[in-house]
C-alpha cells in the first residue's frame, strides 16, 4: 500500500515500513537502543527519505519504541534510575547541539568530492555513521569473543578503560548500587551523556547504542543493566531530539506512526531475550548488527560516487 509522505514528500510502502519497525523493535528491546542506527540509514537508502526527515522522524518514533523496551526492562529490573536520570539531565544539551549541526550541514547544502557533487548532510552524515558503527562494531565483537570463552561474570565487564576512568577522582563523586558502580566522577558521566545526546541530535539515534558500550566498558556497568539504563535514557533524548527537529520541519509524523506501529510490540519481545542470553552474547550480537549497518552505509555512500 503506497502513501505519500507529507513531510517527506515521497511515495512509500507502508506494509514495509511496519516491518522494518518491527526489526527496530526487537533490536530495541534486545540491545537496549532505540534503534536510529539502522532505521536513519535504511529509510535514506531503501526509502529515498532525505536524511533530515529520516533523522528528525527515526527520533519520533523511537520514543514509542523505547517506551515499550522501558516497561519490559523495568519488570525485569534492568534499570539503574538514579544512573538513567543523572544522564537524561545532560543528554539534553547534547542533542540541541547535535541538532544545530544538522541545521548547519542543510544550510551548506552540495559539496564537490571525487569530483561529484553531494549533499553536505548526505555526505557527513553517513561518513559519521561508517566510522562510529567500525569502532562500536570492533571493540564490541574482540571483547565478546573473548568473554564467550571465559565463565560467565553476570554481565559485568573488567575493561581496562574502566580501571583507568575510576581512578579519576574529580569531585563530585557518586555511587550508582544498582550497577555495581561506586566513587566515579560525575564529570565522567557528564561528558558521556553530553557525547551521547550530541550524536542522538546529529544521526537520528536515540544514543543507546552508543551509551550501552559506554555503560558496560567505560563505567563497567553490568550489561543487562547498561541495556535497561540505555534504554531508558534513549526515551528521553528521543522525545529531546523529537522536539527540536519538529520545531525545525524534520519530522513526518505519518512516517513515524507507522514505524511505531511495527516496533511497539515486537520490543516487548526484545527485552524478554536479555533473559535467555549471556550477556557476552547480547554483546557479540549487537556487533554483528553495527557491522552490518556500517557495510550498508559504506555501499550506499560508494555507490553515490559510482566507485562500484
Partial sequence: MEVLLPVAGVEVN????????????????MFGVGGGFLLTPAMYIFFHIPYEV?????????????ASGVFRHRKLGNIDYKLGLVLVCVVA???ETGARIVELL???????????????????????YIVLLAAVGTSMFVESRK??????????VDSAFARHIKKIKI???VSFPKSGVHDVSVWVIVGIAFCVGTLSGLLGVGGGFVMVPALIYLIGVPTTVAVGTGLFQTMFASLFGTISHYQKGNVDLTLAAAILAGSVVAAQFGAIATKKLRGAN????????????????LGKLLHTFELF
Fill in 93 to 95: 544539551f547534547g542533542v
Fill in 171 to 173: 569531585p563530585p563523586l
Fill in 106 to 128: 542543510e544550510r551548506v547544502g552540495t559539496i564537490h568530492v571525487f569530483s561529484r557533487q553531494i549533499e553536505a548532510i548526505d555526505f557527513y552524515v553517513s561518513l559519521a
Fill in 147 to 156: 568473554a564467550l570463552k571465559r565463565p560467565a561474570r553476570a554481565g559485568k
Fill in 282 to 297: 547480547i554483546r557479540w550480537a549487537f556487533s554483528l548488527v553495527t557491522y552490518l549497518t556500517a557495510v550498508v552505509v
Fill in 54 to 66: 529520516a533523522i528528525g522522524s527515526s527520533l519520533a518514533q523511537m520514543i514509542g519504541t523505547s
Fill in 14 to 29: 507502508v506494509l514495509l515500513l511496519v516491518l522494518l519497525g518491527a526489526v527496530i523493535g526487537f533490536m530495541s528491546g
